[in-house]
């Protein structure tokens, strides 16, 4: 059975850093490309970042690109996203999630093939 985990979700003051994680079981992250997603209360899922199966390439939504580096370390089968510089506005339930492409195609911001059940990130004073 495919599934994905994520953690290291939690409470943070603003200006503050988290790194989440999202592991696989039950099937190789290393030919799939994987997305990192987010849904805060009241508003639209938000497709964050995305890398590709080889880990050279990547995609950031404009909302988070300078803070937030997305990396994979396929020998762990896990991959990360690296947040720095939280905002309160960043509060919500992140996501990863498998595509079943080894690339970032051009929609990857919309919807994710395989998914975790989320972490709960939570930015404030």
């Known amino acids: 059975q495919r599934q994905l985990v994520e953690s290291g979700g939690g409470l943070v003051q603003p200006g503050g850093s988290l790194r989440l994680s999202c592991a696989a079981s039950?099937?190789?992250?290393?030919?799939?490309?994987i997305g990192w997603f987010r849904q805060a209360p009241g508003k639209e899922r938000e497709g964050i970042s995305c890398?590709?199966?080889?880990?050279?390439?990547?995609k950031y939504a404009d909302s988070v690109k300078g803070r937030f580096t997305i990396s994979r370390d396929n020998a762990k089968n896990t991959v990360y996203l690296q947040m720095n510089s939280l905002k309160p506005e960043d509060t919500a339930v992140y996501y990863c999630?498998?595509?079943?492409?080894?690339?970032?195609?051009?929609?990857?911001?919309?919807?994710?093939?395989?998914w975790g059940q989320g972490t709960q990130v939570t930015v404030s004073s």
């Open positions: 999630a498998a595509y079943i492409y080894s690339i970032c195609v051009s929609v990857w911001y919309r919807e994710g093939d395989y």
């Open positions: 890398i590709s199966a080889s880990g050279n390439y990547t």
């Open positions: 039950g099937f190789t992250l290393n030919y799939y490309a």
